[in-house]
Nanobody, 119 residues
Framework: QVQLVESGGGLVQAGGSLRLSCAAS????????MGWYRQAPGKQRELVAV???????KYEDSVKGRFTISRDNAQNMMYLQMNSLQPEDTAVYYC?????????????WGQGTQVTVSS
């Protein structure tokens, strides 16, 4: 399987920037798509951005033009550069990986990292 560990969350003022990192370990050769999700208090977890092994990206509408997802396959790392942060971006951000092993498809989650944006 694959293990994921996020880092880089914190407290930032509105308009500021943060960079989240996700380190993958284990059978990383089996990972296809990776993504960032977030969950605000009282809300469902939502997709923020996703990137395939080939580098194709997709963003949730509210973060387009502000967030950039990237991936370093050689280092087994994924990043989320977040600019122009707003209070509504406050949430726990989770790293996600989907892949396939001989046993079948799988999905893995990191433990989450808190992002708090003050107004």
């Amino acid at each position: 399987q694959v293990q994921l560990v996020e880092s880089g969350g914190g407290l930032v003022q509105a308009g500021g920037s943060l960079r989240l990192s996700c380190a993958a370990s284990g059978r990383t050769f089996s990972v296809n798509a990776m993504g960032w999700y977030r969950q605000a208090p009282g809300k469902q977890r939502e997709l923020v951005a996703v990137i395939t092994s080939g580098g194709t990206t997709k963003y949730e509408d509210s973060v387009k033009g502000r967030f950039t997802i990237s991936r370093d396959n050689a280092q087994n790392m994924m990043y989320l550069q977040m600019n122009s942060l707003q209070p509504e971006d406050t949430a726990v951000y989770y790293c996600n990986a989907k892949g396939v092993l001989i046993t079948g498809e799988y999905e893995r989650w990191g433990q989450g990292t808190q992002v708090t944006v003050s107004s």
